[in-house]
């Protein structure tokens, strides 16, 4: 790979910025609903307070007080038993029975018999299953005893209540293995220091790559549900083929002119420091792990220029910059970058903005621009942070929400 093409490929993620704009927004979406009118394109969800019937359904809410033009989430119907054969097949993976869909459809409370069945499914073992298998989805791993680790780790957290700070920060049993019916404690037993799901050898093994950057795209799509470049300035300054957007100083990562073999400070084409002034603040934390995912003592990664040498700290960073999660948030190891994501609002949004999205059908938020506006989940975030970063009340709360029960 040419230096050019290394650098076009590293800056290419700037583009990812304007497909927002570039796409027009749905208002028969239901990731919009409690976007403010016109943003993006799309109009509040209004109710009048009128209620009427519809097949299946216990009651309607419509729009029509001089608000925008009605949707089709305007037409939805209120429906318990509908909403439980949903909720059944995602948290459980079968149907529900009949008895537990005439329990709540001939309920005096439907609302209050819906969510116990809600928690019933909750509790039973095969949610269990689901979420494993809903984390494998989610990082795209999975399948052996190396690969689960991970995903088994991450369900374990959300279905044992466990603060979400843990899946970066936990020192032990970061490595469990699920044998069907319970969770089993396992040590990944690869790394010092420890740092939860971020030192994860099934992790490190399957996204090896040159100069370590394919850990620190998985890591940073995986989990602040967003794509390079991981961090933005208000302001830009006109540079090149372009703008540059990053917050940081731009020479304060390695270019040809600065001690590395890899010009990161390009701008012919495209501003490469829009992207990699965080990713390569980052990389050489991931970089001295092998390609197994053990770690070593020197760097184990390659550069692509002539002869694939190995790196070295000057082909990320020029003498007297350390390694970083963001500006501002010096680490100088993955249990310091673990201690800073577990407080990014970014990433605890996306927790629940992934678990919005499997409730409600929807893609994968960065692979298939499936993402979901702030507003739409602000209370559940609220509600995540308030109780130390639970994540099993947070599926509740979206399995019992009102635009998950309405049709």
Excluded at 50 to 71: A, F, I, L, M, V
Excluded at 178 to 197: L, M, Y
Excluded at 333 to 353: N, P, T, Y
Aim: charged share 20%; net charge negative; proline share 7%.
């Amino acid at each position: 790979m040419t230096r050019l093409r290394l650098a076009t490929l590293g800056c290419a993620a700037v583009l990812a910025l304007l497909a927002p704009a570039l796409v027009a927004c749905n208002p028969d979406d239901p990731s919009q609903l409690g976007t403010t009118s016109g943003a993006g394109g799309c109009p509040v969800e209004t109710t009048n307070g009128s209620t009427g019937t519809g097949e299946g359904g216990d009651g309607q809410t419509s729009t029509g007080t001089g608000q925008p033009d009605p949707t089709i989430l305007d037409q939805r119907v209120l429906s318990y038993p509908e909403a439980l054969r949903t909720a059944s097949l995602k948290l459980v993976g079968a149907l529900p029975t009949m008895t537990q869909i005439d329990a709540v459809k001939n309920a005096p409370d439907k609302k209050a018999a819906y969510e116990a069945e809600i928690d019933a499914m909750m509790n039973d073992v095969r949610f269990k299953v689901r979420m494993v298998d809903f984390y494998r989805n989610e990082l795209r791993i999975g399948g052996s005893a190396a690969m689960d680790t991970a995903p088994v780790f991450m369900a374990r957290i959300a279905v044992e209540g466990r603060p979400y700070a843990d899946l970066f920060t936990a020192t032990s049993n970061t490595c469990p293995t699920f044998d069907g019916t319970n969770f089993v404690d396992g040590d990944c037993n690869n790394a010092n220091p420890t740092a939860g799901v971020l030192t994860n050898p099934g992790v490190l093994a399957h996204y090896y790559g040159n100069l370590a950057f394919r850990r620190v795209r998985f890591f940073q799509e995986a989990f602040a549900c967003r794509k390079q470049p991981a961090e933005l300035s208000p302001m830009s300054i006109p540079m090149g083929a372009g703008d540059y957007t990053s917050p940081w100083p731009f020479d304060s990562i390695a270019g040809t002119s600065n001690g590395g073999r890899i010009d990161f400070l390009d701008t012919s084409s495209a501003i490469c420091a829009n992207c990699h002034s965080t990713a390569n603040h980052r990389a050489p934390l991931w970089a001295m792990f092998d390609a197994n995912g053990q770690q070593q003592s020197t760097f184990q990664v390659n550069i692509p220029v002539q002869g694939v040498p190995v790196a070295e700290l000057s082909d990320w960073l020029p003498p007297g910059e350390t390694t970083a999660y963001k500006l501002g948030q010096d680490a100088a190891d993955l249990a310091e970058l673990g201690a800073f994501m577990a407080q990014d609002d970014e990433i605890q949004s996306c927790a629940v903005a992934r678990i919005w999205n499997m409730a409600m059908s929807k893609g994968d938020i960065v692979n298939d621009a499936a993402s979901v506006p702030n507003s739409t989940i602000a209370p559940l975030v609220d509600q995540f942070k308030a109780t130390n970063g639970n994540l099993r009340p947070i599926i509740r709360a979206v399995f019992t929400h009102d635009d998950f029960v309405r049709f």
